[in-house]
């Protein structure tokens, strides 16, 4: 069955650090891969996405993630995290191909910035 | 341009009640999504349905219903409310053209 691990519950990091938010997935075939942010009492909002070309993809708000295939893996960096980029973030996947593209999610990862 | 909307924003309900919970796009979405979404639990898939007259389980349908007899509109329906409905459930949609999924802002059940 296809899943997606986030091990990391909850992150914190100090204002101004980097940041690598981990993601792997189990699929049989290289799956469409997102992340999503949901910043607290709001919707999820799409940060970026890979589908096929270039391993590295940016996204909004100076994040970037990198598909490594021989790892599974789809984790997402920033190199300097704002306040404002305390959130919720989920990775998601979707079947390459699939009739419906039904987004399976991670359990999420709960990032606290310090000041 | 509202996107996917959602109401109400917050409701409680008693154990046994009925309600609906409306989701609308303006996108001309053919694909329409309702999941919950549950405390270190993600996001579960309840229904979805791929055009209007169209709609199919996703992983966690017990206790719900749906319906999409218009394009814009896909209503989540809970007739016997028990206290394991409690959540946040998210209305998503996207066309058929592209992968992306776009989320409304969700709506808060506590069921009492």
């Known amino acids: 069955a296809q899943s997606v691990t986030q091990p990391d519950i909850h992150i914190t990091v100090s204002e101004g650090a980097s940041l690598e938010l981990r993601c792997n997935y189990s699929?049989?075939?290289?799956?469409?891969l997102f992340w999503y942010v949901q910043s607290p009492g709001q919707g999820l909002q799409l940060l970026l996405k890979?589908?096929?070309?270039?391993?590295l993809v940016q996204g909004i708000k100076g994040f970037e993630a990198e598909f490594k295939r021989s790892q599974s893996s789809f984790n997402l960096r920033k190199p300097s995290v704002h306040w404002s980029d305390a959130a919720e973030y989920f990775c998601?996947?979707?079947?390459?191909?699939?009739?419906?593209?039904?987004?399976?999610f991670g359990t999420g990862t709960l990032l606290a910035v310090q000041p | 341009n509202a996107g996917v909307t959602q109401t109400p924003k917050f409701r409680i309900l008693k154990i046994g009640q009925s309600m609906t919970l409306q989701c609308t796009q303006d996108?001309?979405?053919?694909?329409m999504y309702w999941y919950r979404q549950d405390p270190g639990m993600g996001l579960k898939l309840i229904y979805y349905?791929?055009?209007?007259?169209?709609?199919d389980k996703g992983e966690v349908p017990n206790g719900y219903n749906v319906s999409r007899s218009t394009t814009e509109d896909f209503p989540l329906r809970l007739e016997l409310a028990a206290p394991s409905q409690t959540s946040v459930y998210f209305c998503?949609?996207?066309?058929?053209?592209?992968?992306?999924?776009?989320f409304g802002p969700g709506t808060r059940l506590l069921v009492l």
């Open positions: 998503a949609s996207k066309s058929g053209t592209e992968e992306t999924q776009y």
């Open positions: 699929y049989g075939a290289t799956p469409y």
């Open positions: 890979y589908f096929s070309g270039d391993t």
């Open positions: 998601a996947v979707a079947p390459f191909g699939g009739a419906t593209n039904k987004l399976i």
């Open positions: 996108m001309n979405h053919n694909y």
């Open positions: 349905s791929v055009g209007a007259g169209i709609t």
